[in-house]
């Protein structure tokens, strides 16, 4: 509410009180990525990923700043041209993100063109 007081106009109490409940929702749920306009990944996702993770470590950043305000979100085959990768770059990395427990894969797509693999963050 202090920080609520500097702003010109104030949110209103219910406003403000909102605002704060889905940014501690965020943090609770370890989807506050951004802290300071930096990328924030948990250590123990650079410990799940290993030594070899590079690739898995830079999609869960894009990932990261593509879909943070969302719960679930489609990857296809498209994001790796996006990325300057190849399509079974694109995959492998997924595939380790998905192992590590960092994405969950909620569908499989590719039951028809356009039909994408749908993800979501995992919960605690």
């Excluded at 894009?62 to 694109?90: E, I, M, P, Y």
Aim: glycine content about 8%.
């Amino acid at each position: 509410m202090e920080m609520n007081a500097q702003f010109d106009p104030p949110l209103s109490k219910s406003e403000a009180m909102g605002c704060a409940l889905s940014a501690w929702n965020y943090h609770y749920r370890k989807r506050n990525f951004f802290t300071a306009r930096s990328l924030v990944v948990p250590v123990d996702a650079f410990d799940k990923l290993g030594a070899n993770g590079g690739d898995a470590l830079f999609l869960l950043f894009r990932l990261q700043c593509a879909h943070w305000d969302r719960d679930q979100f489609n990857l296809s085959q498209g994001f790796a041209k996006q990325l300057g990768w190849t399509v079974k770059r694109l995959l492998r990395a997924r595939d380790k993100l998905v192992k590590a427990g960092e994405i969950i894969r909620l569908t499989p797509g590719g039951r028809f063109v356009g039909d994408t693999p749908l993800f979501a963050w995992p919960t605690i």
